[in-house]
């Protein structure tokens, strides 16, 4: 075989490996117990550090090749099993994406955690994209504005992220799903889920109901106030009930079921109502 053919053959093999690593990120699989691997091997050299019912026990070195049992799956670390004890490694120092790339289907693309450099559509606000996984919009005066990307969505879902935004008069943060349109004011019929802080320090999430661009207040949940910090937010909707339950900061909110539901959606949206905000490590993915 001659260079060039080689080199041909080396590249393909490079790349074809990078491509069915893509298919499931280190978030993603973070985000669903389902998908962690039993076990990983290690591909670098590195110390471990042992801990045994939280205590620091010894230090080993890990080698290439080493075989450890997954505890946990996390965006930064893996938590490993040696023994009775645990320890903590890199993601990057394991074959963890390597080797469910073999064992879990590609997601769709335009699912999973998001990078907001990629097709979407800023139409209303000052919209800034700070990096992949983050996004402000810093005009307070605007009472609609709208940050929207196509995501087709039906079944069960589940939708997770991160925003923080000031308080004041008639004051939110809007998540838009389910919409039958990206492009409408009020994002046509779909479901939204506002953040509110008023000018007097109470806080409220609210489930609303849009139907042909109007939206009406469904179930209303007091909640604490965060004026500045980052919030997180996850939000699981079922079409076959019509269940929408929300989490806010840990905290189970509640519930609400739609006793006509909407079945699906070509859009997910992020708004704003009289307010700076922030936006980050957003997930919207179909749940088993």
């Known amino acids: 075989m001659n260079f060039r053919a080689t080199l041909f053959v080396v590249?393909?093999?490079y790349f074809l490996t990078v491509a069915l690593c893509a298919a499931v990120t280190i978030?993603?699989?973070?985000?669903?117990?389902k998908l962690w691997p039993k076990e990983v091997k290690l591909t670098q050299t590195v110390p471990l550090q042992l801990y045994d019912k939280g205590r620091e026990s010894g230090?080993?070195?890990?080698t290439v090749g080493m075989t450890l049992r997954v505890r946990r799956v996390e965006a930064g670390r893996v938590t490993v099993e040696i023994g009775a004890a645990v320890a903590v490694v890199s993601p990057a120092a394991t074959d963890i994406l390597a080797r469910v790339a073999t064992t879990v289907p590609a997601m769709a693309t335009v699912h999973g955690v998001q990078?907001?450099?990629?097709d979407w559509k800023l139409s209303r606000g000052e919209w800034v994209v700070v990096n992949d996984g983050e996004i402000e919009q810093r005009d307070p005066?605007?009472?609609?504005?709208?940050?929207?990307?196509?995501?087709p969505q039906s079944g069960r879902m589940e939708y997770r992220l991160?925003?923080?935004y000031v308080g004041g008069k008639s004051a939110c943060t809007m998540i838009y799903l389910m919409c039958s349109s990206g492009e409408r004011i009020q994002r046509g019929d779909c479901y939204l889920i506002a953040d509110a802080l008023d000018d007097k320090g109470r806080a409220e999430v609210s489930i609303n109901k849009v139907v042909n661009d109007g939206?009406?207040?469904m179930k209303v949940f007091p909640t604490d106030a965060a004026n500045g910090g980052w919030i997180d937010l996850r939000i699981t909707y079922d079409a076959t009930k019509g269940l929408i339950e929300i989490t806010r900061n840990g905290k189970v909110l509640g519930s609400w079921t739609d006793a006509d539901p909407i079945k699906s959606g070509t859009d997910f949206s992020l708004g704003t109502c009289l307010t700076k905000a922030g936006f980050k490590d957003l997930l919207v993915r179909p749940l088993p």
Do not use: C, M, W, Y
């Open 11 to 13: 590249l393909h093999a």
């Open 27 to 33: 978030e993603q699989l973070a985000a669903d117990e």
């Open 59 to 62: 230090t080993i070195q890990g």
């Open 115 to 118: 990078s907001f450099r990629s």
């Open 141 to 151: 005066k605007l009472t609609v504005s709208n940050a929207s990307k196509a995501i």
């Open 162 to 164: 991160k925003q923080r």
């Open 215 to 217: 939206p009406r207040r």
